[in-house]
């Protein structure tokens, strides 16, 4: 992870900190449209597949 991180921001040590923390005020919404949309893509994605298998399992019966 870190190592992305010092290529994306291009910082090493203590810079890395600054660097990453006006990132982080910067793309605040941006970070947290990110994470809604890596917790739901997968919670839909499982949700499908629990539906699939369901259907399955049915239609085996």
Known sequence: VWSSVR????C????CIV???NAMY???QRIG?????????PLLTIL?????????I????
């Not at 049915?58 to 019966?61: A, E, P, Q």
Request: net charge positive; hydrophobic share 45%; glycine share 2%.
């Open 26 to 28: 910067s793309n605040k």
């Open 48 to 56: 499908i597949i629990m539906l699939q298998m369901r259907r399955d």
């Open 33 to 41: 449209i990110i994470s809604v949309i890596f917790l739901v893509v």
């Open 7 to 10: 290529t994306t921001y291009n």
């Open 58 to 61: 049915l239609y085996f019966k």
């Open 12 to 15: 090493t040590g203590t810079n």
């Open 19 to 21: 660097a990453l923390e």
